[in-house]
């Protein structure tokens, strides 16, 4: 087991990854160590491990069994169909059944909402000289599913984008700055809208709110052993259930806060 601060995860399989180790290798100071997991050598700076995986990192399963971290965030490519570029993070874990990209059925990822913000803050900020670039959060999904706090961070959206260095570099300081400067700002956990999550990511990049995790119109109507999931998998424990109001069918609406009134949730509605 890699015992550390945090631990930043890059996959073999991951063109995208790969370079975003390069350059953390490059310009960020990690220093090989005599230690070793699944065959690839363990690099270290300020406690902080980069380790390298042989498996797509959304099918890392038992990653959290191989590290005694606090925090580990997996930098990867990410893909759009409709070939949009995109920064992004976002925390882990289905809200349902498929388990195709990973992961556990109904099951989520423990995350930190300081984590998601802080990497999001830093996707926005460092990637000012990038052009034709989005930036957000995305909300909760694919696998794997980790016992330990987990974030993803990602950049792409074309296939020939993934090897864009200047965005992997962008990834590479908002992966680092997630560990050593987390910035954390009112926890809470966003319900409805779209994938992509764009109210949730304006009210981070505005100063309102951290969120941890976030449950897309598409995944409703969810249980409320979901729901209570939502809040106890974030490791701040949120009190705030910010709802996007137009982002959730108004019977579905009306269920949810039901719901988050029943366990003493504050309801925030925001359009």
């Not at 498996?55 to 606090?70: F, K, R, T």
């Not at 579905?252 to 504050?266: I, T, Y």
């Amino acid at each position: 087991m890699i015992k550390a601060k945090a631990a930043i995860l890059t996959s073999t399989k991951d063109t995208a990854s790969m370079l975003v180790r390069s350059i953390l290798l490059e310009n960020f100071g990690f220093k090989e160590t005599d230690q070793c997991l699944s065959g690839n050598p363990v690099f270290m700076k300020n406690d902080v491990a980069l380790v390298t995986l042989d498996v797509p990192l959304i099918h890392a399963e038992g990653i959290d069994e191989m590290l005694d971290v606090s925090l580990i965030v997996a930098t990867s490519k990410h893909v759009s169909e409709k070939g949009i570029r995109a920064l992004l993070t976002h925390p882990v874990g289905n809200w349902g059944p498929d388990t195709s990209q990973g992961g556990m059925a109904f099951k989520v990822s423990r995350t930190s909402c300081a984590a998601l913000t802080t990497s999001l803050m830093t996707l926005y900020e460092e990637s000012s000289s990038l052009r034709g670039w989005s930036v957000g959060l995305e909300v909760t999904h694919h696998g794997p599913f980790s016992t330990k706090p987990m974030i993803f961070v990602e950049f792409g959206g074309p296939e020939n984008e993934l090897n864009n260095v200047d965005a992997a570099e962008v990834v590479a300081a908002a992966a680092v700055a997630a560990i050593e400067r987390p910035k954390l700002l009112e926890p809470a956990i966003g319900f409805g809208g779209g994938h992509y999550a764009p109210l949730f990511t304006r009210l981070v990049l505005s100063g309102e709110y951290s969120f941890g995790h976030m449950i897309p119109k598409y995944a409703f109507p969810v249980t409320k052993e979901v729901m209570l999931q939502a809040f106890e998998m974030t490791i701040e424990k949120p009190e705030v259930a910010v709802i996007d109001w137009k982002g959730i069918p108004s019977a579905d609406r009306q269920a949810l806060q039901s719901m988050l009134e029943e366990f003493g949730k504050k309801v925030v509605k925001k359009k």
